[in-house]
């Protein structure tokens, strides 16, 4: 997702460090130069080659790596993933939590090289992953275009069900936003543009005209396909296995900035899911337990919060732009290692979900933020 997000200040990315073999060790040398002014405060993910070699050799425990919106239609994105080691992720499991790429043919080359480089790979779709406008006719509509992009995960060997990998439980959660999602009160006196105008998937994408974005018929439709995969759930939760649930949307709105805070205020009814949250409780319980963790993307916000039991984390890669406006040029990101025998430690900085660690939500005030003031009086 896209549109006008706010950040507090911050100059560096949690995940310094190089993006593969190439740049590791100078991103090493910017991580500990930026450290060492006290720039930043997250942990190095780039590990130099030797260690990286011994970590192998060594046999460390299952490491799961989480990954949001790609968008690797943009050629820097392609760049980075390409980038990424084809050693060091061998022996790990990622997840894809959504917006790989808007053609089918980008989805098909950046779903490749993942293969390439981790030894299982999980997916579920994002919106941008069903756009059909550059298709060129090849795809009636979405679901058909839906299809084809889970009968070529198949064929590349990418999961797309719920799996065991090394005693962990993975769930990919099927899931489309509905803007009864959105319960918080809404902005006005502002122009503020419709979510026809700002949305590009009431345009991009195209539905049975049984379905549509404007009620919950879409949500409904993705929410049931994951009744297909009930056997396998039960199966991990039999087992009492540590497990790691993901979608692309939503699932909680205050997994999100409050309204005041965003450039579209509106966002909120273009993002989640109620039957997302239901269904992913449903699987880890309803009070979650110490290992229940649901990964997430869409808003291209980091996040990792713990809300009533579980864990919420998105880690995007998010535009180019963006890296360059909030992260200061996440090239040097890499995936998020969310368990390494266990759930890793948190994810940070994270901007909004570190805001919100220490002040409270408050959807009442509709008061806009300074910056998201200026803008909305610049258009005037
Ligand atoms: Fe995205
Ligand atoms: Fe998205």
């Not at 790429?101 to 080359?109: I, L, P, Q, S």
């Not at 105008?197 to 005209?209: E, G, I, L, N, S």
């Not at 966002?267 to 409780?281: H, N, Q, V, Y």
């Amino acid at each position: 997702m896209v549109v006008g997000l706010a950040t507090p200040s911050g100059r560096f990315s949690r995940r310094p460090g190089g993006g593969g073999d190439a740049t590791a060790r100078e991103g090493a040398r910017r991580y500990s130069t930026c450290r060492r002014k006290g720039w930043v405060v997250g942990r190095q993910q780039a590990l130099p080659a030797r260690r990286l070699s011994l970590c192998r050799a060594e046999g460390f425990a299952t490491r799961v790596y989480v990954l949001s919106d790609l968008h690797t239609d943009y050629e820097e994105n392609m760049a980075w993933v390409n980038c990424l080691s084809t050693e060091y992720y061998a022996n790990t499991v990622l997840l894809v939590a959504g917006d790989v790429a808007e053609t089918y043919k980008n989805f098909v080359t950046t779903m490749k090289m993942l293969k390439d480089r981790f030894r299982s790979v999980f997916f579920v779709p994002g919106n941008h992953d069903l756009w059909c406008r550059r298709e060129g006719g090849s795809f009636l509509h979405s679901l058909e275009k839906l299809n084809a992009l889970l009968d070529v995960c198949r064929d590349l060997g990418v999961e797309t069900g719920p799996g065991i990998v090394d005693g962990v439980g993975i769930v990919p959660l099927y899931s489309w936003y509905h803007e009864s999602f959105d319960k918080e009160k809404d902005i006005s006196g502002f122009r503020i543009p419709s979510l026809d105008t700002v949305c590009k998937d009431f345009h991009a994408c195209k539905w049975p005209h049984e379905l549509s974005p404007r009620d919950t018929s879409l949500a409904q439709y993705f929410d049931s396909m994951n009744d297909n995969n009930c056997n396998s759930v039960q199966e991990i939760q039999e087992k009492s296995l540590p497990i790691i649930t993901f979608s692309h949307y939503v699932p909680r709105q205050e997994l999100c900035p409050e309204k005041r805070m965003l450039f579209y205020p509106n966002l909120p009814k273009i993002i989640g899911s109620d039957l997302l949250e239901t269904r992913l409780r449903s699987i880890h319980g309803v009070r979650g337990k110490p290992s229940s963790c649901h990964v997430f993307g869409h808003t291209h916000f980091c996040w990792d919060a713990e809300v009533d039991g579980i864990r919420y984390v998105q880690a995007p890669l998010s535009y180019p732009r963006e890296r360059r406006r909030r992260m200061n040029g996440g090239t040097d990101w890499l995936p998020f290692c969310i368990y390494h025998g266990g759930l890793t430690d948190r994810l940070t900085p994270c901007w909004w979900s570190d805001y919100y660690s220490s002040n409270k939500r408050d959807p009442d005030n509709v008061d806009l933020a300074p910056w998201v003031a200026k803008f909305y009086k610049q258009q005037r």
